[in-house]
């Protein structure tokens, strides 16, 4: 918003002298000394010394994000986060039989199958391998609510998070088995209580599969899979299976349950299915309008996430005319591979009802679909790796609404 108050240059004719500004200045000071902001709270807190640290540091008691469980699920704020790192305690979980207690003295994990050496690690065998870090985004195949107008950013799409996770690379571990180069596939198997298992190609284990144990530099969440879980970057979640407890190396996938009859994709004909469909496509959300905000007319900053399991996002494009037009945003650095990217736009809103929509495209090309698109192509029964465009709109009030209509069918 414009300022008011006429600026002058110093010295200049008609203008200000540098006396003048410093004794101004000396005044404005005084009187915001002698003047209570916000009342006498605002005394009152700065004559009254604070708390210590805590054994345990805490958020204010002003920051409440809540990532809204569930009995299966609960999924992180993304209207409330800045940057591109989710805190460890608002990650999103999904849980097939709940969060196991598992001591990590105790914690073991059996590697066999076409190797040479059958070997059960310890944590401390497995942390002693070379460790490395990456950032990168993690995301429930089934990633999308469709909801009513009045939902929240987090309940759209709110299950994936973005951590710098740390651990050793699966292909290390596999060398020191001696894994068969006849090998194709690997069954990684989980503790809880439904025993998690998948079916991966060995092909990821020796690209950028991992075994991790730490997150945001500190150990794993237990929701997330303390002591250590499998990270398979840029694919669906469940693979990346939590508490892993068994690897079982072979010529062939297992056909497990949970790529049978869960986690397919069934495709327009009704009769086929796409089956190992591993990787999350592009995808984009405006995080910011979005409900429950009421806007004024006047000069807005268009704000959201972007990611792809391809590799890097390399252009988000709004909309903010329901799809009439579109204008490309900036992506706020760093751009990472297989990671969360914020992205802004600059908006004047005249008043005038409209709608704000999003699409991403990532370095293969692939650009985020229509829902008539996706649904076209992938049938009225699929359930998993929904990616559409979504939207938010704006009604004369300037209330924020998620843009339900455009996801019906």
């Known amino acids: 918003m414009a300022d008011s108050r006429q600026s002058l240059?110093?010295?200049?004719?008609?203008?200000?002298?540098?006396?003048?500004?410093?004794?101004?200045?000396t005044g404005a000071v005084s009187t915001i000394a002698t003047t209570p902001v916000s009342g006498q709270q605002a005394l009152e807190t700065t004559r009254r010394p604070g708390r210590g640290p805590?054994?345990?540091?805490?958020r204010s008691q002003f920051v409440r994000p809540r990532r809204d469980p569930s009995t299966t699920s609960s999924r992180t704020?993304?209207?409330?986060?800045?940057?591109?790192?989710?805190?460890a305690d608002l990650h999103f979980e999904?849980?097939?039989?709940?969060?196991?207690?598992?001591?990590?003295?105790?914690?073991?994990?059996?590697?066999?199958?076409?190797?040479e050496r059958a070997t059960i690690f310890t944590l401390a065998d497995i942390k002693r391998f070379p460790a490395t870090s990456r950032i990168c985004f993690l995301e429930c195949s089934g990633n999308l609510r469709r909801g009513t107008?009045?939902?929240?950013?987090q309940m759209v799409c709110g299950l994936t998070s973005q951590t710098e996770w740390t651990g050793v690379r699966l292909s290390t571990v596999m060398e020191e088995v001696g894994a068969s180069s006849d090998a194709k596939w690997f069954l990684a198997e989980g503790q809880d209580a439904a025993v998690m298992t998948r079916s991966i190609p060995m092909s990821k284990a020796f690209d950028d599969a991992m075994i991790v144990y730490a997150q945001n530099g500190d150990a794993l969440m237990p929701g997330n899979g303390f002591p250590a879980r499998l990270l398979l970057p840029g694919w669906e979640?469940?693979?990346?299976?939590?508490?892993?407890?068994?690897?079982e190396v072979a010529d062939q996938p297992f056909m497990t349950r949970e790529e049978t009859s869960k986690y397919t994709d069934p495709l327009g004909?009704?009769?086929?299915?796409?089956?190992?469909?591993?990787?999350?496509?592009a995808r984009s959300i405006i995080t910011d309008p979005a409900y429950p905000r009421i806007i004024e007319p006047g000069w807005h900053e268009i704000r959201g996430l972007a990611w792809s399991g391809r590799g890097r996002i390399t252009r988000v494009e709004v909309s903010t005319d329901g799809g009439a037009n579109w204008q490309i945003a900036e992506l706020q650095p760093p751009v990472l591979e297989k990671a969360h990217v914020r992205f802004r736009a600059p908006w004047n809103w005249t008043g005038t009802p409209t709608e704000?929509?999003?699409?991403?495209?990532?370095?293969?090309?692939?650009?985020?679909?229509?829902?008539?698109?996706?649904?076209?192509?992938?049938?009225?029964r699929t359930r998993y790796h929904q990616n559409p465009i979504t939207s938010w709109t704006i009604g004369e009030t300037g209330q924020v609404l998620f843009g339900a209509d455009r996801l019906r069918s």
């Open 9 to 25: 240059p110093i010295g200049s004719s008609g203008g200000l002298t540098r006396r003048e500004i410093l004794v101004g200045a």
């Open 77 to 87: 704020p993304l209207q409330d986060l800045r940057g591109t790192l989710t805190p």
């Open 237 to 247: 979640g469940n693979a990346s299976v939590k508490w892993l407890r068994r690897i």
């Open 54 to 58: 805590n054994e345990l540091g805490q």
């Open 269 to 281: 004909d009704g009769r086929t299915v796409r089956q190992f469909s591993f990787v999350m496509d």
């Open 94 to 115: 999904r849980h097939h039989g709940g969060v196991p207690a598992i001591d990590p003295d105790r914690y073991e994990l059996l590697i066999h199958g076409m190797v």
């Open 356 to 380: 704000l929509l999003s699409r991403a495209t990532d370095e293969t090309g692939y650009t985020q679909p229509t829902w008539e698109v996706l649904r076209a192509a992938r049938g009225p």
């Open 149 to 153: 107008p009045e939902t929240l950013p």
